[in-house]
């Protein structure tokens, strides 16, 4: 019975652990989410405003789409969370350009490091594959987070993107 005892232990403390990376997982998501959603709403309210030219509706309009697309796929991160959880996540493995993918991160990220005026660079190490087969949402997820991270704690100076391919080994690297 001690064995047993000891296991059971060992499996609270697991469990414990999990419930604590969890709670530290929904509060960084938390904040992650406001930053987006007061973009959002601060532009929305520029919109309404009569003292603003077309191009700046029109650059509000648009800082309000980029921002409602990070929101959502933040959303879709926790909805990932719990489906990993209930082990229904379904991994795809498909066609897709790794340069469409750098380009859609771009135009959430560039805005961002902007913000905070940092430089935001991606640099090209070709030659490069047209296609590759990955999940284009999860490569996403993966490279727009390093990077929000990298801007949050970046104070000065730049955040870059290296993207390289190693044919011998069949690897493509960000």
Do not use: W
Not at 28 to 37: A, C, F, K, Q, V
Not at 115 to 133: G, T
């Amino acid at each position: 019975t001690r064995i047993f005892e000891a296991a059971i232990v060992k499996q609270k403390r697991i469990a414990e652990e999990a419930n604590q990376s969890k709670t530290s997982y929904l509060s960084n998501m938390s904040h992650e989410i406001r930053t987006p959603l007061t973009a959002i709403i601060g532009f929305s309210e520029n919109l309404i405003s009569d003292e603003i030219s077309h191009k700046e509706r029109l650059k509000a309009g648009n800082t309000i789409i980029r921002n409602g697309k990070h929101l959502l796929q933040l959303i879709n991160d926790i909805l990932d969370i719990s489906k990993i959880e209930a082990g229904q996540l379904k991994v795809e493995n498909i066609e897709v350009s790794p340069l469409h993918i750098i380009d859609e991160v771009s135009s959430l990220i560039d805005s961002q490091a902007k913000h905070k005026k940092l430089d935001f660079n991606i640099n090209y190490q070709f030659p490069l594959p047209a296609k590759i087969h990955s999940d284009p949402v999860r490569l996403k997820q993966i490279i727009i987070n390093l990077c929000g991270n990298a801007i949050k704690f970046t104070e000065q100076g730049s955040i870059n993107i290296d993207i390289s391919y190693a044919k011998a080994t069949n690897k493509l690297t960000f």
